[in-house]
Structure formats: structure tokens, C-alpha cells
């Protein structure tokens, strides 16, 4: 939630020892950097039923084999307004240079955000659906105000993914379907952080974009009437982003920490994931649905900044844990033209005590969810849903800057959302 928008890594230069590293980053609207915010319906029940029960186009992002379920050919246009909300208490920082000492605590670093996503889906034959789906299921975008305590973490960071994805899905017998298709992913990211050389303070960037290749799967099982489940994966695609790095600032009159300018690279691992949902009919008016999710987070092992000489510029482990998160949800047909949602969501972060940092003042979060779609006529439907997401308190205790700077720090938060979608039936 921007929250939400970006991720990434960023070279630091650690100026006295003349060494360099890189930072990561992560999302303040889900867990890690990943976003959720893929379907409007979906965040009704907190993503409870995305595998089972969602009855539009964007069912392509969760599980394309869905498609198989819709009420012929449709599209689905959907935003998402994240207001997310983070402060960092300064616990004893210590920094190096000409300004040692600052008591901002670099403000509130997330402006509110829009998160799009967009679904066409249609029946090819019979039994065979197509559908393309383009969304950003990655991302953070975050500033602290000039001059804060945690400057030498970072100052800026900016990750955005757009993710196309053509589907198909097969209708394989009256109560199976599978489904399936490509993610063709581009990553784009900035980070900055300041530096300091103990006599000036400048200023660490790095820059990089990739575009990338992935994949996705699908199945959707009716072993009774009234009774779903839900199967999807998605693997991680692995980005090399090429750009440049750099320091600039410094007074020079350091020989170990140099102003420079290099080209160079880094990889970005983003973590597979895995969801099983079932949902159950009570009766003609209401559904209830359950679901949890493994993310592989554990790929995102460590940035390893590279110059385009092939000279390693750093490698900083990033520690991240693999993950689970557990939805359950409710839906009610209140009437032909309105049904309501509800949801809560149990969401893991995957950053540890070890290695949290500035970029990423993430912690476990609690989702509570509501929704509804109005049928406004046989062609169009209009989907509501509303978020509120708190993440959990935790603490940050990092070096940086060659170890001439302690970073030390209290986190917490809160994320809302609020999200609107048009559906369109052919």
C-alpha cells in the first residue's frame, strides 16, 4: 500500500573504509513490497476468495482460470488510492561529518498513491477463454524530509513494476479448469541515501531498469455445487536492472571516498507465490470463503551492485524470510442489484530485526476490509471496497556509511485504501 509503489536496491559508498554498498527497499502497503491491490472486488474480502470467487476480469491476475466462470466476454477498469502512513522514532542515531547531530524524524515518507489495474477477458470457444491483464504488483515510492536522522539509510526510494499479462484458461471438464500465461514485467528503480566523507555530506544513488519474463498458473475445482477451490501460482522473476551509480558531494580532499559516476547493475529477486483458497455456499444469499498464500521471499537474498567493467561493487545480504498470510471473508447477495463483502487479512513481513531498514520500516499487518458491487445495468457494474491496514511496531538498528553512522529507530504505521472499479460485459 504507497504506500505503496517501489523497490529496489541502492549503493551506499562506505567513504573511510572506500568500500560500497547497496540498501534494499520495500513496500509500506503490503508485506514486503508486493501489492495486492490487483482487483477491487478482491479487496472486499480482504483477497479471501481471489482464487475462488471473483466474478469479473480481474480474476485474470489471481487465477486466469476463473475466466471460465464469467458471464461472457467483460472488462474491468480498477484504481486504487493508497494513504499510507509511517513514523520513525529516532532511539539514539549517531552520524558522521559536518552535521553530526538532527532531530527530524523525517516526516510522514509516503504520499497518497494510485495504484491501477486494467482486465479484458473473453471466450474463444466453447470451453477456451483469452484475457490480458496489466497491472503493478510491485512497488514503493517513499521521502524523508531533508536533513533526518536515518538520511545515511536512505532518503529516497522509487520502485515501479508494470506487468502485461496474456492468459488463457480451459474449461477441462464441468468441474475443473486450468489456466495459465506470461508476465512480461518492467522494473524501474531510484534509491538515494546520503554520504558523508566527515568533511562534507553528499549525496548515494543508484538507478536501473530491466524488463523481464515470467509466468503464471491456474485451477479452479467444483467438487460439489456450492463448493470451490482455488489454486494459482506465480514465480519469481528475476530482474538484472541496468543503470547507473553514483556519488556526488563529496569535498574530494578524502583519497578512500571519491566523487564518481560508473555504470553498473544489480539484481532484483522477486519472491514466487503460491495460494490455495476454498469458499462455501451457506445458501442462495451468502458465501464464505478462506484463503492463505506463501510468498518465496527467501530469493531475495542479498543486492550485489556490479559495475559494467564486471568489478563487484558490493554485496549487502538483505535477510529476508519467506512468509504466509491468511484471509478469510464473507460475501452477501443482498438483492439482484447489490451484493456486500467483508474480509479480514493476516499479512507476515518478511524483513527481520537484523536487517530492517529506513527503505523498508515494515512490520506484520492486519487488514480489514469492505466492499460492494451495484449492477447498474445488464452491461455495467460498478465495484467499492475500503481498507484499513495497520502494521506492527518494530525496530531498526543498522550501520551505514562505512560504520561511521548508527542508524537507530522505532517504526509504526497504517495504511487505508480506498479503490473503485467498472465492469463492462460485451
Avoid at 21 to 33: E, I, L, N, P, Q
Avoid at 84 to 113: C, K, R
Avoid at 323 to 334: D, M
Wanted: charged letters at 15%; hydrophobic letters at 35%.
Amino acid at each position: 500500500m504507497k504506500m505503496k509503489k517501489i523497490l529496489l536496491s541502492t549503493a551506499l559508498c562506505a567513504l573511510m573504509g572506500g568500500t560500497a554498498y547497496v540498501a534494499g527497499s520495500t513496500d509500506a502497503k503490503a508485506a514486503g513490497f508486493y501489492i495486492q491491490e490487483q482487483s477491487v472486488s478482491g479487496l472486499g474480502t480482504a483477497f479471501a476468495g481471489s482464487t475462488t470467487s471473483i466474478r469479473d476480469a480481474s480474476t485474470i491476475y489471481f487465477n486466469p482460470a476463473g475466466m471460465t466462470r464469467l458471464d461472457g466476454a467483460q472488462a474491468n477498469l480498477g484504481v486504487h488510492l493508497l494513504l499510507p502512513n509511517g513514523d520513525l522514532d529516532d532511539t539514539g542515531t549517531t552520524n558522521p561529518g559536518p552535521n553530526p547531530v538532527s532531530t527530524g524524524n523525517g516526516g510522514n515518507p509516503y504520499s497518497a498513491s494510485p495504484v491501477p489495474n486494467a482486465y479484458i477477458a473473453m471466450p474463444l470457444t466453447d470451453m477456451l477463454w483469452g484475457g490480458l491483464g496489466i497491472s503493478a504488483p510491485f512497488g514503493l515510492a517513499n521521502e524523508y524530509d531533508d536533513g533526518y536522522f536515518g538520511r545515511f539509510d536512505s532518503t529516497e526510494t522509487s520502485l515501479i513494476t508494470i506487468n502485461i499479462s496474456p492468459v488463457v484458461a480451459y474449461q477441462a471438464t464441468p468441474w475443473l479448469s486450468i489456466g495459465g500465461g506470461l508476465d512480461i514485467q518492467y522494473a524501474d528503480a531510484e534509491l538515494k541515501s546520503a554520504i558523508s566523507d566527515t568533511i562534507a555530506e553528499g549525496e548515494s544513488k543508484l538507478e536501473g531498469d530491466d524488463v523481464s519474463m515470467g509466468f503464471n498458473l491456474g485451477l479452479l475445482v467444483t467438487p460439489r455445487e456450492g463448493t470451490d477451490i482455488g489454486f494459482s501460482y506465480r514465480n519469481g522473476i528475476n530482474h538484472e536492472l541496468d543503470g547507473n551509480i553514483s556519488v556526488t558531494g563529496l569535498s574530494g580532499l578524502v583519497p578512500t571516498a571519491p566523487n564518481f559516476s560508473v555504470g553498473g547493475s544489480a539484481d532484483l529477486d522477486l519472491p514466487d507465490i503460491w495460494t490455495l483458497g476454498v469458499a462455501q455456499d451457506l445458501n442462495d444469499k451468502w458465501r464464505v470463503m478462506g484463503q492463505i498464500t506463501r510468498f518465496g521471499w527467501s530469493d531475495f537474498e542479498d543486492i550485489t551492485a556490479i559495475s559494467d567493467a564486471g568489478t563487484v561493487i558490493s554485496t549487502v545480504e538483505q535477510g529476508y524470510q519467506n512468509t504466509w498470510a491468511l484471509a478469510i471473508g464473507a460475501e452477501y447477495e443482498w438483492n439482484p442489484e447489490w451484493t456486500f463483502r467483508a474480509g479480514y487479512q493476516f499479512d507476515e513481513t518478511p524483513t527481520t530485526s537484523e536487517f530492517r531498514t529506513t527503505r523498508t520500516p515494515d512490520g506484520d499487518r492486519h487488514w480489514f476490509t469492505a466492499g460492494a458491487t451495484y449492477d447498474i445495468n445488464e452491461k455495467f457494474s460498478v465495484d467499492m471496497a475500503g481498507a484499513y491496514i495497520d502494521v506492527g511496531d518494530e525496530t531498526i538498528s543498522v550501520s551505514r556509511n562505512g560504520g561511521l553512522s548508527q542508524v537507530e529507530a522505532d517504526t509504526s504505521g497504517n495504511v487505508g485504501i480506498l479503490s473503485l472499479g467498472l465492469n463492462y460485459k460485451f
